[in-house]
């Protein structure tokens, strides 16, 4: 029985990674391509180098954590999507509360935490709709994508299809476009500021052992009752799958954000 128990948690903790793994694995470059880029933009033009895209990346950021808490139903006991006068240089934020009780609540608070990445991917993909209509339907391709197969074959595919994407947004049409331009500035804008806050990290982790005790308990109850829930999380999975693809857009502009701050910092 005790054999058994390890399985059944190694096989949570491998779950619990499909489940979230995919998400934490964006949120932490993001974090590292913004830290990086603050460093530059401050050290080129001090904090109002930041406020330039604040204005419009800290509404949307806050954006995501305020869906995600009407989505998991927590109360919203106070917040502010932008405010370049605070004294502690904090730019926007969402305070909430929740029913400790409620297994459901509790696991949203890893998905409040992660709510940036969604808000800034879903912002970058609708701007792109309506600004480079030719180039968001090569983000089509990205539906095609087959989550069944080996890892590392979708690894190849997904950067195979963002390189592809790429080259259609920097095509030479697009650069002679003003469409382009308002899109490459508000996309730098909304790609600076969808990294997670020490508070956002906080928060999802706690959901994040919630979603892990869940899973093992479920696997528990599976074991006693000689079930199999693996088609489940595979279905999870894919479903994870497409948020990398489709997240790597913002990693791409994350990375075109920190190349532009080392250039002007050195510049500078």
Not at 136 to 162: C, G, H, W
Request: proline share 2%.
């Amino acid at each position: 029985m005790e054999n058994a128990f390890l399985v059944v948690f190694r096989a949570s903790l491998l779950e619990t990674f499909y489940v979230t793994g995919y998400l934490i694995l964006v949120g932490l470059i993001l974090g590292l391509l913004e830290n990086r880029a603050n460093f530059y933009t401050q050290g080129a033009f001090g904090r109002k180098g930041i406020l330039v895209t604040s204005w419009i990346g800290t509404p949307i950021h806050e954006f995501g954590h305020l869906l995600m808490c009407y989505i998991f139903r927590h109360k919203i006991t106070k917040f502010k999507l932008f405010s370049s006068k605070a004294k502690d240089g904090t730019l926007g934020y969402v305070n909430h509360s929740w029913n400790s009780k409620s297994l459901y609540q509790n696991i949203g608070n890893f998905f409040i935490g992660m709510g940036p990445i969604f808000s800034g991917t879903a912002a970058l993909v609708i701007g792109m709709h309506l600004l480079l209509p030719d180039s968001f339907a090569r983000v089509a391709d990205y539906l095609t994508l087959e989550p069944s197969q080996p890892d590392k074959y979708i690894m190849a595919k997904i950067f195979a299809l963002n390189a592809g994407l790429f080259q259609s947004i920097f095509s030479v049409e697009n650069l002679i476009s003003l469409n382009f331009w308002i899109y490459f500035a508000l996309a730098i804008a909304i790609s600076s500021h969808m990294a997670l806050s020490k508070e956002d990290l906080k928060g999802a982790g706690r959901g994040l052992i919630t979603i892990f005790t869940f899973i093992l308990l479920v696997n528990l109850v599976a074991l006693i009752l000689n079930a199999n829930f693996s088609g489940l999380f595979a279905n999870i999975l894919d479903l994870n799958v497409y948020i990398l693809a489709f997240s790597m857009i913002s990693i791409v502009f994350s990375s075109i954000r920190l190349v532009l701050s080392v250039f002007a910092y050195y510049l500078v």
